[in-house]
């Protein structure tokens, strides 16, 4: 059983920033071994365009890595919707790997391929649930406050 002083250690370890923050990094680890795998073996993904570039690859990833520490930050002060839009959106860049599939079936994937493609789907997804929960609590909480009694 906890004792009373582990309390504060453990309310803070599960605040809703850390959380977030958790699968925000969740997914930006898998969406880096998504990029990195690409980048690195690039010449042998199936149909990509011929003008991709490994630099091209890595610098798309930082726009993306951007946009969400972007979203983190505003989450952190105080412009809670706007933060969790912003992250919203970078969890939704984690479905472009599916674009793979658009251009070559599954099959023509090696299965390291699909293994990053499908984790950073995986880790994309979880963040929004997270974001859409935290989204809905946040909503709840206010209307609750706003409530006569």
């Known amino acids: 059983m906890c004792s009373r002083a582990?309390?504060?250690f453990i309310e803070t370890l599960m605040s809703?920033?850390?959380?977030?923050l958790a699968f925000?990094?969740?997914?930006?680890a898998a969406?880096?071994?998504?990029?990195v795998h690409n980048a690195v073996y690039l010449e042998l993904y199936p149909n990509l365009p011929t003008w991709l570039?490994?630099?091209?690859?890595?610098?798309?990833?930082?726009?993306i890595a951007a946009t969400g520490a972007v979203g983190y930050w505003l989450f952190r002060?105080?412009?809670?919707?706007?933060?969790?839009?912003?992250?919203a959106l970078y969890a939704a860049l984690g479905f472009g790997g599916l674009d793979h599939y658009a251009v070559a079936p599954v099959s023509a994937h090696s299965w390291v391929m699909n293994a990053t493609i499908v984790g950073e789907v995986i880790a994309a997804s979880a963040?929004?649930?997270?974001?859409?929960?935290m989204g809905f609590a946040g909503d709840q909480r206010g209307r609750a406050a706003n409530?006569?009694?």
Do not use: C, N
């Open 24 to 28: 925000i990094l969740v997914y930006g």
């Open 127 to 133: 963040l929004l649930v997270v974001v859409a929960w």
């Open 53 to 63: 570039t490994p630099l091209g690859v890595l610098s798309s990833w930082l726009l």
């Open 16 to 20: 809703r920033d850390h959380v977030l």
């Open 147 to 149: 409530e006569p009694q």
């Open 77 to 87: 002060k105080g412009l809670t919707v706007v933060g969790l839009g912003v992250i």
């Open 31 to 35: 969406s880096l071994g998504h990029f």
């Open 6 to 8: 582990a309390d504060p």
